[in-house]
């Protein structure tokens, strides 16, 4: 087994891989068109090196598709990142990181929230609209939040994403919960 297997840095080597093939342009002509070399596209692909935005950036460019698909690894029921835990991209030339937690699919439109709760009772949500998704940053406290038997226990700074089609429940683990709720409608 490849040690970076299932390691963010992976999933980046195989979204370009992916994209690179699907384009239909060797490493070469890639490394190339984004100007960079084709060693270092060679290790990015291989799941080597420490690749930087400004790198990603020219590839996602090359490739005419979004930076987010190059990074965003792929899409489960319950999405949960914990707070340190997402895909950091260093700048090259400037104290910079970019973490991105979810990237909006194209024709979907998203309504920004920002929700309080005190320990108790659990806020039960019906479905919403089909292909609503909801995108949740602990801002204070700890929640238990998520669809019906799969609930995540979330603290602060966690991001967790869930299908908002679906029954779901938000509940305040501890005094002064608070969170930024984005819910995504295709």
Known sequence: MNRTEGTPLAAIASAVRRERTRREL???ELARRAGIAKST?????????NPSVETLWAIAVVLDVPFSRLVDPPA??????RAGEGVVIPSEHSPFTGTLL???????RRDLHVITAEPGPARTAHAHIPGTTEHMVVTAGRWLAG???EEVELGL??????PGDRPHAYQALEPGT???LVMEYV
């Open 157 to 162: 700074g966690d991001y967790a994403c869930f």
């Open 76 to 81: 489960r029921t319950v999405r949960v990142v």
């Open 147 to 149: 669809p019906e038997g």
């Open 178 to 180: 608070a969170a930024v």
């Open 41 to 49: 596209l060679s290790q990015l692909e291989a799941g080597a090196g």
């Open 102 to 108: 979810a990237a909006c699919p194209p024709g979907a």
């Open 26 to 28: 060797s490493l070469g």
